[in-house]
């Protein structure tokens, strides 16, 4: 039994069935949208759990749908589209798409790439001692908003930014690979020109870590990142 919230994001009548039904055979609820303005919106009154979106549609173009949609929302996107250039892929996952099939595409693999997305956000927004809020020192992660805060104020993120801090966070006190941060962040689809780990993972430091604390994120040569764990002062692990 499948509780998602699927948001298909189609002008294509035919395909949006093809999708529709086989989210419908898999029990994902879903809602469709024909237009990205369509789309915006039902994102906003449905809070889906996923978004399956197309680049080409009649209004707006499906990377301002993206853009948009990440200014308040963490969502997986998986995008499916008759573009094939990798400047195109490339573009949609820079602008925060999560994955990208490219049309024509197969039932099978676009259920395992979204199965593959929801496991991700599972991980990410696994419960751990508190389910919607990491608090750590001088910094919060409120995972519901997702907002981040630091010494109060609210700083911004880019979306890969804050998947990689909510899975560092999630995970604090353990080392977390570099094989892991790019399996979990990137999935299936990294650039080629994507800057390497440790280059989000210094910006991060700059955002979250204020000169006078002690270093929030160690790294460990070689191996990967880990978060500290604190709580020390309140008797928790
Ligand atoms: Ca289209």
């Known amino acids: 039994m ?37 789309a915006i919106s039902l994102s906003l009154s449905y809070r889906p759990d996923l978004m399956i979106l197309d680049l ?62 929801l496991r991700r956000l599972q991980y990410i927004q696994a419960p751990d001692q508190d389910p919607t809020v990491y608090q750590s020192g001088s910094l919060k992660i409120d995972y519901a908003a997702g907002c981040v805060y630091v010494d109060g104020n609210e700083i911004h993120l880019t979306p890969i930014e804050y998947k990689l801090l909510c899975l560092l966070a999630k995970n604090a006190g353990k080392v977390i690979t570099h094989n892991l941060i790019l399996k979990e962040i990137w999935g299936n689809a990294i650039p080629a020109d994507s800057p390497a780990i440790r280059v989000y993972i210094a910006t991060l430091r700059k955002k979250i870590e204020t000169p006078m604390k002690m270093q929030l994120i160690q790294t460990r040569p070689g191996i990967g990142y880990r978060m500290l764990k604190t709580g020390d002062d309140n008797g928790e692990e």
Do not use: C
Not at 26 to 34: I, L, P, S
Not at 80 to 85: E, Y
């Open 2 to 38: 499948n509780k998602n919230m699927v948001l298909v994001v189609e002008d294509d009548k035919a395909v949006r069935n093809l999708i529709a039904l086989t989210l419908d055979t898999h029990d994902y609820k879903h809602v469709e949208a024909q237009s990205g303005t369509e």
């Open 56 to 117: 080409g549609l009649p209004d707006i173009d499906g990377i301002d749908v993206i853009r948009k949609t990440r200014t308040w929302s963490a969502m997986p996107i998986i995008v499916v589209s008759a573009r094939s250039d990798d400047r195109d892929k490339i573009q949609a996952l820079d602008e925060g798409a999560d994955d990208y099939l490219t049309k024509p595409f197969s039932v099978d693999e676009l259920l395992a790439r979204l199965r593959a997305a």
